[in-house]
C-alpha cells in the first residue's frame, strides 16, 4: 500500500494509476473514495472486491468538471442541468440515463448512471489526470463506516488498495446528496452533504421514495450500510437527558451534538464517555466529525452508542439518515 501526500507529482500518478486500471483512495469534500476507471469494467471490479461490495449495488462516476458530462450520460434532463450549473462542484449526485459506454458493473445492470463532480481541489486533479471519469464508491469495507481521512482507509483497506491519497479530512463529512433525475418529479435517494432546501429552491419538488422502493432505486439505502460494530440507540430530541440511568448497560458512551448537551448529560447520566459532534453546536462541524466520532468509539470498544436526533434540516436530514441506518444494522 503507498499512503501518498497530495503533492502534484503524487496527484499525477494516481492520475495514472487510474488510467492503468489500478485502484486508488482519493480525498473528496463528503468521504474518501476508492475510485477506477469508469469505463475499464475490470478496474472497477476490483473495486468490489476490495469493498466486499454486493454487485448489485451501483457506484458513483466522478468527472473532473461539468464539461465531462456527456461522456458518461446520454441525456441531461434540464432540471438537472439547473442543478449541475448552479451546485456542482459539490455533495450533489444527480442520477441520469447513462451511455453505452459505462459498463454494467458500474450501474448495477440498470440503464441510468448516478454521476457527481466532487469540489475537493485534489479529486478533481486526481480525474483531470486520470484523463477518464472515476467510479468510485466510498473507500469502506461494505456495511461500515464512510472514511473521512485517509488514515480511516489505510486501517481498513491499506492492504487491498494500490494507493491511498492523503487530502486531510473530509470538510462535509457525509456523503452526497443522491437525487434520480429520470423522473419529472425527481427522487430523493439519499439525504447528503447537499441540503435538500438549496435544491428545492432551484427546481421546486421533490419526491420520497415508498419504503420498498427505497431498496430496490438504490442500494445504498440499505438500513446497514454506515453501521458501526457498537449497537446505536437512536432518541428524539432532548430524551437523552431524561433516560433512567439505571437502563445504561455497562461499556456504553454517549454522542451529544454540542458542549451544552454534553454537560447536561454528565449531569444526568453515567455514560462511560461523551463525545461532542461540534462544541458550540454547528450543523456544518457536526456533519464533518460524526463518521470519525462513531468510529473513535468503536476503537475504544464501547459495545453500546446512545445518541439523539438533531434537528432535522439542512445538514441536520443526513445526520439523522446515518445515525438511523447506523441504529438499525441487520
Ligand atoms: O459522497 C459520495 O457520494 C461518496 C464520494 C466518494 O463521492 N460516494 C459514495 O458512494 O457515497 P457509495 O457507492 O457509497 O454510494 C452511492 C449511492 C448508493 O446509495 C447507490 O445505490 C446510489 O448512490 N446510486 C448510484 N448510482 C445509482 C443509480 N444509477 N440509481 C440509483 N442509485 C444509485
Ligand atoms: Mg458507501
Known sequence: MLLLDSSDQNLRAAGSAIAQGKIVAIPTETVYGLGADAFNAQAVA???????????????VHVASASALDTVVRLVPPKARILVEALWPGPLTL??????????????????????????????????????????????????????????????????????????????????????????????????????ERIQELIGELAFPEKELKVFAS???????????????????????????ASVPAHAAAIAFDTSMAEQLREATCFDMIYVLSP?????????????????ADEAGFSTLYAERVPDAGLGRAINDRLYRASKKS
Request: hydrophobic residues 45%; contains cysteine.
Open 95 to 196: 442520477v441520469m440515463p447513462k451511455r453505452e459506454a459505462i459498463p454494467d458493473i458500474v450501474t448495477a445492470g440498470l440503464d441510468t448512471v448516478g454521476v457527481r463532480c466532487p469540489s475537493h481541489p485534489v479529486a478533481r486533479k486526481i480525474i483531470e489526470y486520470s484523463g477518464t471519469a472515476v467510479a468510485a464508491p466510498s473507500a469502506n469495507p461494505f456495511g461500515y463506516i464512510s472514511p473521512t481521512t485517509a488514515m480511516h482507509v489505510a486501517k481498513q483497506l491499506g492492504d487491498r488498495v494500490d494507493m491511498i491519497i492523503d487530502g486531510g479530512p473530509c470538510a462535509v463529512g457525509v456523503e452526497s446528496t443522491v437525487i434520480d433525475m429520470t423522473h419529472e418529479i425527481p427522487i430523493v435517494l439519499r439525504p447528503g452533504g447537499m441540503p435538500l
Open 219 to 245: 442500494p445504498g439505502q440499505l438500513k446497514s450500510h454506515y453501521a458501526p460494530h457498537a449497537d446505536l440507540l437512536l432518541f428524539e430530541e432532548g430524551a437523552l437527558a431524561r433516560i433512567d440511568p
Open 280 to 296: 458550540k453546536g454547528n450543523i456544518l462541524e457536526a456533519a464533518a466529525n460524526l463518521f470519525a466520532v462513531m468510529r473513535t
Open 46 to 60: 476490483k473495486i468490489f472486491a476490495a469493498k466486499n461490495r454486493p454487485t448489485f449495488d451501483p457506484l458513483i
